[in-house]
């Protein structure tokens, strides 16, 4: 069965560089959401999407932004990273009453050098 | 504001013996509650929900919980571990609201000794 797919699964950047992260949801999922999850935590919510429109805001930095697109998949932008922003980034998507479960993708570990 | 509580950071069994993971929960309303199951390096795997209907949910991996409303709680439960079973457990939360987030608790690490 398709799954959510991420991309890329690792990536290296220096400080103050930008990254874009991006996801794609299970076939007919419309809803999706990015996670932020740093070392030895619990995943914390960044954003969602529903109907490519913004549906939810987490503790999303203003450095970065993210949209969700035409297809359903989506992309997340991080502008003038930090040390800080290293951590795995999980994307998930649902159906929109999420009553089947979140499907999250593998993840991208982003590590800022 | 929805929250979820795991209060053990980590839980050790003997293999072959039952394993408990506790989880209570806070969500305006009824819940949609969740386990999820993360190996190192690895994404979030679902293991259960709980969305209505039986309190038993039975899930992936012979792992199952139970939903206690007056109790708030969501344990989850499997009564012979294996040491493969060692890995960090989430327990998670959302309100029936289209839409709502997930939010996970702090996460609880399971170490299953042979």
């Known amino acids: 069965a398709a799954g959510v797919i991420q991309s890329p699964r690792h990536l290296i950047k220096e400080k103050r560089e930008t990254a874009t992260l991006k996801c794609y949801p299970i076939?007919?999922?419309?809803?999706v959401y990015w996670y932020q999850q740093g070392p030895g935590q619990d995943p914390q919510f960044l954003i969602s999407?529903?109907?490519?429109?913004?549906?939810d805001k987490g503790s999303i930095p203003d450095r970065f932004s993210a949209q969700q697109f035409s297809d359903y998949h989506s992309e997340l932008n991080m502008s003038s990273l930090e040390l800080g922003d290293s951590a795995l980034y999980f994307c998930?998507?649902?159906?929109?009453?999420?009553?089947?479960?979140?499907?999250f993708g593998s993840g991208t570990r982003l590590t800022v050098v | 504001a929805q929250s979820v509580a795991q209060p053990e950071d980590q839980v050790n069994v003997a293999e072959g013996n039952p394993l408990t993971v506790k989880c209570t929960y806070s969500?305006?309303?009824?819940?949609?509650l969740f386990w999820y199951v993360q190996y190192p390096n690895r994404g979030l795997q679902f293991l259960l929900k709980?969305?209505?209907?039986?309190?038993l949910v039975k899930g992936s991996y012979g792992f199952e919980a139970e939903f206690n409303k007056s109790q708030t709680s969501f344990h989850l439960k499997k009564p012979s571990a294996l040491v493969s079973d060692s890995a960090l457990y989430f327990c998670?939360?959302?309100?029936?609201?289209?839409?709502?987030?997930?939010?996970f608790g702090g996460g609880t690490r399971v170490l299953v000794k042979p």
């Open positions: 998670a939360v959302r309100g029936r609201a289209a839409g709502n987030k997930l939010t």
């Open positions: 709980y969305i209505t209907g039986d309190n």
């Open positions: 998930a998507s649902s159906t929109p009453t999420g009553n089947y479960g979140y499907t």
């Open positions: 969500v305006s309303g009824n819940p949609y």
């Open positions: 076939p007919r999922h419309d809803t």
């Open positions: 999407f529903y109907e490519k429109m913004q549906s």
